[in-house]
């Protein structure tokens, strides 16, 4: 019996991630999607520069989407974070045994990302950059604003 595990093994999604840490790319982003309906081979469905609400854009109602978002912020006025979220799509209208794969499927792309805050969105209303900042600073232990976002 396979294993439901994802498995990474496209150079291009290591490429996406890449560019999305490097420092040249302050909004960059990128989306990863099931190889197939029954596959656990994750593949770069979309990828992308001008940040969240492109993000959001690529999004499709049908589909498991895993999206990696680089997200920079002022904690104050004297430092700058760069951490790294993971939104884990379920497109509204996704069918339900593609539903029930994704509790097995998200631990190991967290795993693999390496995010310091993910998300679950079934609607696009669900991911909005002053949340995702408020969960950053709260896990990240440094909020110097008091808990203001």
Do not use: C
């Not at 496209?10 to 560019?19: F, G, K, V, W």
């Not at 967290?110 to 969960?135: C, F, M, N, W, Y």
């Amino acid at each position: 019996m396979p294993s439901s595990e994802p498995i990474f093994g496209d150079q291009e999604i290591q490429r996406a991630l890449e560019s999305v840490q490097n420092n040249d790319n302050p909004d960059g982003w990128f989306l990863l999607s099931s190889a197939g309906d029954r596959s656990n081979r994750l593949v770069l469905f979309a990828e992308g520069k001008n940040g969240l609400d492109e993000l959001k854009d690529k999004l499709v109602d049908n589909q498991v989407l895993y999206g990696y978002q680089r997200i920079e912020y002022n904690n104050d006025t004297e430092s700058k974070r760069v951490k790294f979220v993971v939104i884990v799509w379920i497109g509204p209208e996704v069918k339900v045994m593609r539903r029930a794969r994704v509790s097995v499927e998200k631990g190991g792309v967290i795993e693999k990302l390496g995010p310091h805050a993910t998300v679950d969105a079934s609607d696009r209303g669900d991911i909005v950059r002053d949340d995702l900042v408020k969960q950053l600073r709260k896990n990240g232990g440094a909020d110097y604003n008091g808990g203001r976002g």
